[in-house]
Nanobody, 124 residues
Framework: QVQLVESGGGLVQPGGSLRLSCAASGTIFDINAMGWYRQAPGKQRELVSD???????KYTESVKGRFTISMDNAKNTVYLQMNSLKPEDTAVYYCNARGWVAAGGGGADPLDAWGQGTLVTVST
């Protein structure tokens, strides 16, 4: 089993900053990529940012220039530095990890795991 534990959410004023962290643990064989998604009330979950194990990154247009994703491969941990936060960034942020988990007999099964979510509220 693989578990993703997120931290760093909270309440911040517009223009402020937060840093989210997500650590993956368990019978991980290899992680190919990790990412952050968010879901605002009444809206569908959307990709915020994604990073591969080779550190190739992508961002949704609305956060480019404000958010930075990074990954510590040795710790299976992904971070999201969020600056210049706006009220429209308010959402539950979910961590995602994709790759492979160790399976019986020396094999590996596909991994596509999600964290429990952390709430980010941007408000005065």
């Amino acid at each position: 089993q693989v578990q993703l534990v997120e931290s760093g959410g909270g309440l911040v004023q517009p223009g402020g900053s937060l840093r989210l962290s997500c650590a993956a643990s368990g019978t991980i064989f290899d992680i190919n990529a990790m990412g952050w998604y968010r879901q605002a009330p009444g809206k569908q979950r959307e990709l915020v940012s994604d990073i591969t194990s080779g550190h190739r990154t992508k961002y949704t247009e609305s956060v480019k220039g404000r958010f930075t994703i990074s990954m510590d491969n040795a710790k299976n941990t992904v971070y999201l530095q969020m600056n210049s936060l706006k009220p429209e960034d308010t959402a539950v942020y979910y961590c995602n990890a994709r790759g492979w988990v160790a399976a019986g007999g020396g094999g590996a099964d596909p991994l596509d795991a999600w964290g429990q979510g952390t709430l980010v509220t941007v408000s005065t």
